[in-house]
């Protein structure tokens, strides 16, 4: 496997996971020689979730903005020092 930041020989390397759900647990990912780049499933869906499309509306208007809003009192009053 090539690292996708700089095609360079990506290796099988063992980790601490200090932050785990299960306390310190070792952890098998992959590392790249040339830069150090750490490719593991965590940091793929991490990518994959950054990536997604999101829907504009043609106009490019938010679709909030015609959405009445309702201020009552208490948003205008400030409490007395």
Not at 10 to 27: K, P
Request: glycine share 8%; net charge negative.
């Amino acid at each position: 496997m090539n690292c996708s930041r700089c095609r360079g020989l990506m290796i099988e390397d063992q980790f601490l996971d200090l932050e785990g759900a299960f306390g310190e647990m070792w952890a098998t990912s992959l590392r790249c020689v040339n830069c150090g780049c750490v490719h593991d499933a965590v940091i793929e869906q991490h990518h994959q979730a950054r990536h997604q499309k999101v829907s504009v509306p043609p106009s490019g208007e938010a679709e909030y903005q015609d959405d009445e809003v309702h201020l009552g009192a208490e948003a205008f009053i400030r409490l007395a020092a």
